[in-house]
């Protein structure tokens, strides 16, 4: 090529990136505090207006906190980029997924991703969006066991001082992967969000799960939003989910909008909150662990939730602190949308008993078999118990 | 500069490219047909499992709509967004306003988009992710009477056969611009969606308006959830908006799963749904229209709806129809959030009686000044209305 040829091919690559970076080739400048300036180049000032506004005390701390990602698909992807915008401290991100065109009726993604790692990808976008959060990513599966032993240890020393992170958040599609969570955070006693999205793409929710407090993901079949629709009719072999970018969205924003209101202390955090997507329905409850979980760390964690509870003075007690839980007092409409089961009512009690108090429109994935009359004897439980694991998990499989 | 040296500023532009766009220079090649192909490559495959969950007939059909999307900020960039993945035929994009740093607490931009066009910064990112949908993009203020013109002309004459459009969404953020996509919409008879989120940014509603139907922007003062905290509180001068990319996106999703319904005719379109970010609660309603409204065009089409309703056989009138809307028979929740009010009872009455039908947890922006005793004379309403309007424009303009 003669130098003039090479200098025109200059020309068309520059004007090719600048129209691709639109003159700008780095991340901004990390920003060292959180500003409350209101001028157009603070990508703060509309978040720090929370303060201002008597929404939130602290805005800023939210720098401190360290929060996993345990999936980056549909609801994932967006609920990293929500905390990213938001300025989290420090996201953890594992998926061992790559970006397909598959996936482009999902947020987040582009088509110039695919073939990419997922963590890889949202890592790079996501730093370019905020550079100000510190990015952590594990392209593995945790479901195996040696991944699944470093990603506990990611939980109890991955935050930003090298400690215990703050919250797990599992945007996982499958029941292996939330096994996996549950197990993880049982043993760690670490709170986490379960959230999930049916495969006919019109339904999801977010579970808010204590150990020992609140029902594990062990502690009964998973629970889901009925969609109004027969799930047989669903089933079709080789036939890939629906998912839409709505849904998908939907339940990342009721996710993050739950981690904000959990790490910066504001509102009422939903312990269960589902949608239904045909109906515009939101039901929302709170479900009691199993005592007769499977998990041996949850039937732990009851245990220790149980002594704490009894060993504090009555008005301490964690009943009496849910009454007061609705932090405002103008809530002008004052009603529930439905009938939370009365902490006091939730005494030990098969299983199927818990399932049996869900709120109106959540149903349960599968269901265990009746338990049988007299075999309330620890072995026949477990016999009972895992007679229906087996068939459960085949079911699962079959999914 | 040497040949070698040319040579090799080529090569670091080509690897600076390469890593900005991942390998691909070009958006993908335009697909002629949807296909159901369980491929990775598809990029419709999990929309088109719709049709063979049972959700949706035809799913395709999205293809031949024509949405316009007005305001392309927090609500509306990822409106689009959504629009665009789920394949809609054709967007027409408004907005007047530039990307800037203070938008990236709110999901879509990036920071390199800074100084660009909204619209032409959305265009360009959407057209990568789906180059199938055609876009059309003004960058002007509608409210101007030049621009109102042709924004009008666009609704009539915009759709992929150059004739009506489907649908409109406001995804504004000011009164003014409110009143004139309601305008035009009661003018053309066009049905649209209203969408807002509060200042404080914890609360926010969509709204679906058919003209003579259901009531307008400008039939009762705009209906907003209340967030439980005192307005006195949050408005202080000089003090910018707040807002959250999960209350946007919450909104944003709201909006558009009820276009995706409202369109491919599934499920049941919300006349309003409201969310409230502090309780997880998400209030609707069917809001009436005011036969006194202000708007000329809005009382006409009250007219027409009443004369075409009247002329129908008994059992074809929209009121028996509203009791049929639930389409799925295994609705095994079968309760409503809220008190819908009856389409019997919404008998001609004032403005103040319609507002005071609003479902718990939804209060008006503002109020009107109560009317005054036998007063019902059109002159003294008109008189009453008008006093009360320029107090509400003075208040709507401190904002």
Redesign the interface.
Known sequence: ?S?SE??E??KV??A??KQ??????K??EKIAQMSSE??????????M??K????VDNYEKIREYTVAVVGVGGVGS?TA??LT???IGKLILFDYDKV???N????FF???????SKVE?AAN?LH???PDVVFETHNYNITTMENFDHFMGRIKEGSLTKGRIDLVLSCVDNYEARMAVNRACNELEQTWYESGVS????SGHIQFIVPGETACFDCAPPLVV?S???EK??K?E??????????M??V???L???V??YLLK???V?YY?GYN????????MIVRPNPQCEDNWCRKRQTEFAAREAAKPKEEKKEEVKEEE???E??????C?VDEPSPTESKPSPSVQNVEGLA??I?VAYERPAPVADTQTDAAATETDSISLDDLMAQMKSL
């Open positions: 090529m130098v090479l200098q091919k200059i690559l520059e090719e990136l691709l970076k639109h003159g700008d080739s991340p901004r209101v001028v157009d180049s603070n990508p703060y000032s509309r978040l207006a929370l201002r506004m008597g929404i967006v980029e929500m915008r938001c300025g397909e065109l598959a482009m009726n999902r947020l582009q088509p110039h991703q695919a073939g990419l990808a976008t370019f969006i905020n495969e006919n793409a019109v009925a109004g629709i027969d009719t669903l079709k080789g036939v890939c989910a629906a998912s839409l970018p709505t849904t969205g939907m990342a924003g009721m993050v909008q739950n904000l209101k504001f509102g009422k939903s909150l997507a045909l109906e515009d329905f939101f039901p929302t609705v932090v405002h103008d809530n002008d409409w004052g009603i949308l109106q429109g149903k």
